[in-house]
């Protein structure tokens, strides 16, 4: 019997369920990210997405009818791999933006194929930072601002994930927690490293086998299709 493909649309509301829980489980209460399919065959992943409008809206990062200081614009865009088989994030973007102003803050960027020089994974901070814009201005570079620097965070493997934008946000204060976030969010960072993990192993199986070999593993060479 063949082995049916997997469906793309999903395995994104499985990762979509995943993040929402992640939220409902730390800095938000009763959120529901959904999927909806781009005219390019990709899945979206956002807050209130429709057909008409894949942006969505911001997230309130508030517990109850407390009202928001901050809020959490989450865009995510999946496609499978170049096997066909497993989820695979094309672009992601987290963007924290004051609730009085809708203004930017900072963005965790990725993109899978940049169409520029820039990382893969990068940092955006938005606003005032003299230190930035002195380092630009001295730099020859006057029209430049803060917020157009890429800065490199991780690479595609090790980048920041949406578990620690919430880490910060509570360890610094700015949102209300829910009682038991640590559990939530460290069993959420957990899977993502997992996946990570397995997706480099999948890319670098040579490597994964004669590590496994040092450690003392028997791994046996792959059998002929």
Known sequence: ?????????????????????????TVTDGIRLSVTMDASGRAVIGYRLSKDDLHGRAIDLTLGRSPAQLRLRLHHTLV?????????????????VAADSDSAILTYDYVRKPPNPYPEAHLHIDGKASGLQHMLDECD?????P???????GG?????????LIEFCVLERLV??????????????????TQQLRAAVRRNPGQAAELLRSEGWAVAAPSDP
């Open 141 to 145: 570079r006057p029209k430049s601002r």
């Open 1 to 25: 019997m063949s082995r049916q493909p997997p469906d793309l649309q999903q395995q994104a509301k499985a990762f979509a369920g995943e993040l929402t829980a992640t939220l409902n489980g």
């Open 176 to 193: 209300e927690a829910r009682d038991g976030w640590r559990i939530a969010l460290d069993a959420s960072r957990d899977r993502f490293h």
């Open 80 to 96: 499978l791999d170049e096997s066909g088989q497993h989820l695979t994030t094309d672009k992601s973007t987290y963007t924290l």
């Open 147 to 153: 917020a157009d620097l890429h800065l490199p965070v």
């Open 156 to 164: 595609r493997r090790f980048r920041p994930s949406l578990e620690d």
